[in-house]
Nanobody
Framework: QGQLVESGGGLVQPGGSLRLSCAAS????????MGWYRQAPGKQRELVAA???????NYADSVKGRFTISRDNAKKTVYLQMNSLKPEDTAVYYC???????????????????WGQGTLVTVSS
């Protein structure tokens, strides 16, 4: 079963930068979309950025021009480069991936909606 492990969170001052990483492991044939969500205290989880296997990307309006998502398919890893961070970016960031565990699953379009455990990003002076 595919597992996702995030890293790179921490405390940063406003205007600073952080880079999050998320590596997938386990029984994986292929990964389609990979993305990042976040959940701030008292708020619902929201999409931050997503990247499909074909390379298309989409971003939340609040992070456009500041955040960049990228992936290394060979390493089964997705990254989120976060620049010009603001206090309102403070949240737990979760990695998400649509994982095809076997060729059979891939052919039938059956994927695992995998989530990481989350990594805390705090933007504060």
């Amino acid at each position: 079963q595919g597992q996702l492990v995030e890293s790179g969170g921490g405390l940063v001052q406003p205007g600073g930068s952080l880079r999050l990483s998320c590596a997938a492991s386990g029984t994986i044939f292929s990964i389609n979309a990979m993305g990042w969500y976040r959940q701030a205290p008292g708020k619902q989880r929201e999409l931050v950025a997503a990247n499909t296997n074909s390379g298309s990307t989409n971003y939340a309006d609040s992070v456009k021009g500041r955040f960049t998502i990228s992936r290394d398919n060979a390493k089964k890893t997705v990254y989120l480069q976060m620049n010009s961070l603001k206090p309102e970016d403070t949240a737990v960031y979760y990695c998400n991936a649509a994982v095809y565990r076997t060729y059979s699953d891939y052919v039938r379009g059956i994927y695992l909606d995998a989530w990481g455990q989350g990594t805390l990003v705090t933007v504060s002076s």
